[in-house]
């Protein structure tokens, strides 16, 4: 550019010199120096239009350690198609940068049986215009699938037309490390089941027979002196009573731990057989309810936990609610499995209850937690002194 400025001038000079006798001396000092000023700005502007250029390049450099090699996947879509996309996410889906050229699906990419997954959190984008996340398995190249945690956003790219950013990270290990807890906590719970069989069936051969024949024998002892002493007798008597009470209790804890009728008559004939059982024997009224189950296969094990969840409930109704009636609510509605646990007693301080019962260690609503955790469901609990309460639970199938 300097040169052509040069060269512009020197045509001027020329054209000066063929009509110097038409230019004043003071005239051609003038052009001269107008020339000369105008020269150096031009040169000034080429200087920084450098500088400007290596601050680009250095702009373009670190876009590409920011964008192209992040540790997650980026990829902007426009009507579904994949029109831009970063060298992590081509890494992770095994493709190269020219394969996303022609402007492929994202669904593509997306296990055909996860692809609702991906469908419904688009849906969720439109409707409430925040951003969604989901997890999913997504498919390499080499038809090899692994498992993404998938960030989606709508937002606008630099011309204005409405794209999608997504993000994804390969979530696969701590996804196998997931599973591996969860067959180990399914293990830990069949062998607990198993354990309390075993007690239940010590329970109830041994230790209540046990009991049996003393009340038996106090209660000979009772009957066949005929001058016992008064206050002996009473003694005798307020013994018996005890014996029977524990008895009672023991036959009652042996039929809890052994799941009383799930195995002869299934899930909900055995809940509506223990909510009868447990309304004659308390002073709470339970009502068992449900809908939609009977569309559902539910395995042996998914049976024990709601089976528990629902007996749990119960004994928190019947030691601490101080209610009159209850409502157990099962309720089959894919992809979910709804519980709602319903009574008009007393009522709690929800926070304050699970501030107490981590100082405590007390089981009741945490071991409740735990096992809703250990099938990854969700519980909720609503609450207020007087009012009553209500735990809602909900299982993925």
Same mark, same amino acid.
């Given at each position: 550019?300097?040169?052509?400025?040069?060269?512009?001038?020197?045509?001027?000079?020329?054209?000066?010199?063929?009509?110097?006798?038409?230019?004043?001396?003071?005239?051609?000092?003038?052009?001269?120096?107008?020339?000369?000023?105008?020269?150096?700005?031009?040169?000034?502007?080429?200087?920084?239009?450098?500088?400007?250029?290596?601050?680009?390049?250095?702009?373009?450099?670190?876009?590409?350690?920011?964008?192209?090699?992040?540790?997650?996947?980026?990829?902007?879509?426009?009507?579904?198609?994949?029109?831009?996309?970063?060298?992590?996410?081509?890494?992770?889906?095994?493709?190269?940068?020219?394969?996303?050229?022609?402007?492929?699906?994202?669904?593509?990419?997306?296990?055909?049986?996860?692809?609702?997954?991906?469908?419904?959190?688009?849906?969720?984008?439109?409707?409430?215009?925040?951003?969604?996340?989901?997890?999913?398995?997504?498919?390499?190249?080499?038809?090899?699938?692994?498992?993404?945690?998938?960030?989606?956003?709508?937002?606008?790219?630099?011309?204005?037309?409405?794209?999608?950013?997504?993000?994804?990270?390969? !979530?696969?290990?701590?996804? @196998?490390?997931?599973?591996? =807890?969860?067959? &180990?906590? #399914?293990?830990? *719970?069949?062998?607990?089941? %198993?354990?309390?069989?075993?007690?239940?069936?010590?329970?109830?051969?041994?230790?209540?027979?046990?009991?049996?024949?003393?009340?038996?024998?106090?209660?000979?002892?009772?009957?066949?002196?005929?001058?016992?002493?008064?206050?002996?007798?009473?003694?005798?008597?307020?013994?018996?009573?005890?014996?029977?009470?524990?008895?009672?209790?023991?036959?009652?804890?042996?039929?809890?731990?052994?799941?009383?009728?799930?195995?002869?008559?299934?899930?909900?004939?055995?809940?509506?057989?223990?909510?009868?059982?447990?309304?004659?024997?308390?002073?709470?009224?339970?009502?068992?309810?449900?809908?939609?189950?009977?569309? !559902?296969?539910?395995?042996? @094990?998914?049976?024990?936990? =709601?089976?528990? &969840?629902? #007996?749990?409930? *119960?004994?928190?109704?019947? %030691?601490?609610?101080?209610?009159?009636?209850?409502?157990?609510?099962?309720?089959?509605?894919?992809?979910?499995?709804?519980?709602?646990?319903?009574?008009?007693?007393?009522?709690?301080?929800?926070?304050?209850?699970?501030?107490?019962?981590?100082?405590?260690?007390?089981?009741?609503?945490?071991?409740?937690?735990?096992?809703?955790?250990?099938?990854?469901?969700?519980?909720?609990?609503?609450?207020?002194?007087?009012?009553?309460?209500?735990?809602?639970?909900?299982?993925?199938?």
């Amino acid at each position: 550019m300097g040169g052509e400025i040069l060269i512009i001038s020197d045509k001027h000079i020329t054209r000066m010199d063929e009509n110097q006798e038409l230019l004043s001396h003071e005239e051609t000092r003038r052009v001269l120096h107008e020339l000369r000023v105008y020269q150096t700005e031009l040169e000034v502007q080429n200087v920084e239009l450098r500088m400007a250029q290596v601050h680009l390049d250095t702009a373009r450099a670190r876009y590409f350690d920011l964008y192209d090699l992040a540790p997650v996947g980026y990829c902007t879509l426009s009507k579904g198609l994949v029109v831009e996309a970063n060298l992590t996410a081509a890494t992770l889906l095994g493709a190269t940068r020219s394969a996303f050229s022609r402007q492929p699906p994202f669904s593509r990419f997306i296990l055909e049986e996860d692809q609702c997954i991906y469908y419904r959190s688009i849906e969720q984008l439109s409707t409430a215009g925040e951003q969604q996340a989901c997890e999913l398995r997504m498919v390499r190249e080499d038809k090899t699938s692994f498992w993404v945690r998938l960030e989606i956003v709508a937002t606008q790219d630099a011309d204005g037309k409405r794209v999608r950013r997504v993000v994804f990270s390969d !979530i696969t290990e701590r996804k @196998n490390a997931d599973e591996k =807890i969860h067959a &180990l906590s #399914q293990s830990l *719970m069949q062998a607990q089941e %198993k354990e309390r069989y075993l007690i239940s069936c010590e329970l109830h051969d041994s230790i209540a027979q046990n009991l049996s024949a003393l009340k038996i024998n106090n209660d000979l002892i009772y009957n066949d002196i005929p001058m016992i002493f008064p206050d002996l007798r009473e003694k005798l008597t307020a013994s018996s009573r005890l014996i029977l009470q524990t008895i009672v209790a023991v036959r009652s804890l042996a039929y809890d731990l052994r799941l009383p009728g799930l195995e002869e008559f299934g899930l909900l004939k055995a809940l509506e057989i223990y909510c009868e059982e447990a309304s004659e024997k308390g002073n709470v009224k339970f009502d068992f309810q449900s809908s939609g189950m009977f569309a !559902i296969d539910l395995d042996r @094990n998914m049976e024990i936990h =709601i089976y528990r &969840l629902i #007996q749990e409930g *119960m004994n928190n109704i019947l %030691k601490h609610a101080e209610s009159d009636s209850a409502t157990i609510l099962l309720l089959g509605s894919s992809p979910n499995i709804i519980l709602h646990i319903r009574d008009n007693g007393r009522g709690f301080d929800v926070k304050a209850q699970e501030l107490l019962s981590a100082a405590t260690k007390r089981m009741g609503i945490r071991g409740m937690q735990e096992r809703v955790n250990m099938i990854h469901g969700s519980m909720a609990i609503k609450s207020q002194p007087m009012k009553g309460t209500q735990i809602s639970i909900k299982i993925p199938l």
